[in-house]
């Protein structure tokens, strides 16, 4: 069983940045491959990043390529989500998740935080 809690999210500028937190426990947490999703009203839920177990290996949406990155610290049981030139077109609920290699199945969900870009 593992709980992901979110943290971090809130209102910026366009052109500005946010760093969102997402601290787990659980047992095993450490073997599963993280992510972020997100979810702005009336759209469906996205992928944004997503980071391997062990940290070694991350892929990132298109849409955020080059401005978002998300590294994770096994450690403190946590894992982030860099969020540098931020635009409007990035306001939503965004989501941490756990889950199997790649993200193909998703095993726990956090609750949720709100970003929101203005112009």
């Known amino acids: 069983q593992v709980q992901l809690v979110e943290s971090g999210g809130g209102l910026v500028q366009a052109g500005g940045s946010l760093r969102l937190s997402c601290a787990a426990s659980g047992r095993t947490f450490s073997r599963n491959a993280m992510g972020w999703f997100r979810q702005a009203p009336g759209k469906e839920r996205e992928f944004v990043a997503r980071?391997?177990?062990?940290?070694?290996?991350?892929y990132y949406a298109d849409s955020v390529k080059g401005r978002f990155t998300i590294p994770r610290d096994n450690a403190k049981n946590t894992v982030y989500l860099q969020m540098n030139n931020l635009k409007p077109d990035d306001t939503g609920v965004y989501y941490c998740?756990?889950?199997?290699?790649?993200?193909?199945?998703?095993?726990?969900w956090g609750q949720g935080t709100q970003v929101t870009v203005s112009s």
């Open positions: 980071i391997s177990w062990n940290g070694a290996v991350t």
């Open positions: 998740a756990a889950g199997t290699p790649g993200l193909g199945s998703i095993n726990y």
